[in-house]
């Protein structure tokens, strides 16, 4: 947590900045174990910012860390209760650590990602690009057959 001021975050650049620039560098394929601690230093610095911790528990999740993305994923649902990512994620934290509740979180995505379109062809993205970085991905597989073929 002590990185503030060292070269990866220079004080120059907003919260926005910092947080297009670690999501281009996922998007380059950047491994998510020198993200996290990008991302956690984020929502450090902009704890009520819901995308921030949307993500933490995204890469979380790839980085097979159940119990740290629903704590995530909690958060993040706690700040913005109609992100439709941040129940996916909880779904799939719920099925990776052997918890009870996916049922809740899976109807609301579905709710949330069918009424509209634009919000679907992200998601199917996240599907797609999840499946990507992690083939066997099981749990992610079920979420995303829940919420598509109901």
Same mark, same amino acid.
């Given at each position: 947590?002590?990185?503030?001021?060292?070269?990866?975050?220079?004080?120059?650049?907003?919260?926005?900045?910092?947080?297009?620039?670690?999501?281009?560098?996922?998007?380059?394929?950047?491994?998510?174990?020198?993200?996290?601690?990008?991302?956690?230093?984020?929502?450090?610095? $902009?704890?009520? &910012?819901? =995308? !921030?911790?949307?993500?933490? *528990?995204?890469?979380?999740?790839?980085? %097979?860390?159940?119990?740290? /993305?629903?704590?995530?994923?909690?958060?993040?649902?706690?700040?913005?209760?109609?992100?439709?990512? $941040?129940?996916? &994620?909880? =779904? !799939?934290?719920?099925?990776? *650590?052997?918890?009870?509740?996916?049922? %809740?979180?899976?109807?609301? /995505?579905?709710?949330?990602?069918?009424?509209?379109?634009?919000?679907?062809?992200?998601?199917?993205?996240?599907?797609?690009?999840?499946?990507?970085?992690?083939?066997?991905?099981?749990?992610?597989?079920?979420? %995303?057959?829940?919420?598509?073929?109901?």
């Amino acid at each position: 947590m002590g990185r503030f001021f060292d070269n990866d975050f220079p004080m120059s650049q907003s919260i926005d900045e910092l947080f297009e620039d670690g999501l281009q560098r996922y998007q380059a394929g950047e491994s998510v174990d020198t993200l996290i601690p990008t991302f956690k230093d984020l929502s450090a610095r $902009a704890p009520k &910012n819901s =995308a !921030i911790y949307t993500c933490l *528990s995204w890469l979380y999740l790839l980085a %097979e860390k159940p119990n740290a /993305a629903f704590k995530t994923a909690q958060k993040a649902i706690r700040i913005t209760p109609q992100d439709p990512q $941040a129940h996916i &994620n909880m =779904a !799939i934290a719920i099925l990776d *650590s052997g918890r009870k509740g996916v049922r %809740e979180h899976v109807e609301l /995505a579905t709710q949330l990602v069918m009424s509209v379109e634009e919000v679907q062809a992200d998601i199917r993205q996240n599907f797609k690009e999840g499946l990507t970085r992690k083939p066997d991905w099981d749990s992610l597989k079920r979420v %995303e057959k829940w919420i598509f073929d109901s």
